[in-house]
């Protein structure tokens, strides 16, 4: 309903989404991580396998907390991860039209900065995680850090870090 002139084609899981790729090259794939029968991690790997599929952008949508080695299966073809319950739809939609428009390539110097501050923060939510925790552990100034996290997901890495405090927040209490 974002994007009306858009056509979305669904997958029930991993296996299915690559028949569907078989007979079917999308300008975007929307991938989740933990799917039945073939996870998002076996998918990307098939995607860059193929050579028909290699270059279509890939966005992440997870709620899974995502470590430094789940970060790097990533670094080939995902334009975008986004967390659910960090990013909202609004976000996700805004993403999905700038790597339609091209205006966000994979594989930058700033993306991978991202990723693995993100994959920090998951890793250390719990503690008293600050931008300058995060720059000192990445080997980069506070000021770098923020303008990356502005520039691939559009808010700064505190706000980050508070989403995702909130995000955990609310799996807690749903258990």
Do not use: W
Request: hydrophobic share 40%; with cysteine.
């Amino acid at each position: 309903s974002h994007l009306p002139e858009c056509r979305v084609v669904h997958a029930h899981n991993g296996s299915d989404a690559l028949q569907v790729l078989d007979y079917l090259t999308p300008d975007l794939i929307l991938l989740d991580l933990m799917m039945p029968e073939l996870d998002g991690f076996g998918v990307l790997r098939v995607l860059q396998e193929r050579e028909s599929t290699r270059g279509i952008p890939v966005i992440i949508l997870t709620a899974k907390s995502l470590t430094e080695e789940d970060m790097e299966k990533m670094s080939q073809g995902v334009a975008a991860i986004l967390e659910k319950g960090v990013f909202s739809n609004d976000d996700t939609v805004t993403r999905i039209v700038e790597i339609l428009s091209s205006k966000i390539r994979s594989g930058t110097a700033s993306q991978r900065l991202v990723r693995q501050a993100m994959a920090y923060i998951h890793t250390h939510y719990g503690e008293a995680v600050s931008r300058t925790k995060i720059a000192s552990h990445l080997a980069v100034s506070e000021n770098y850090l923020t303008n990356c996290f502005q520039k691939e997901i559009g808010f700064s890495p505190i706000a980050y870090i508070n989403r995702y405090r909130v995000r955990q927040a609310c799996v807690l209490l749903e258990k």
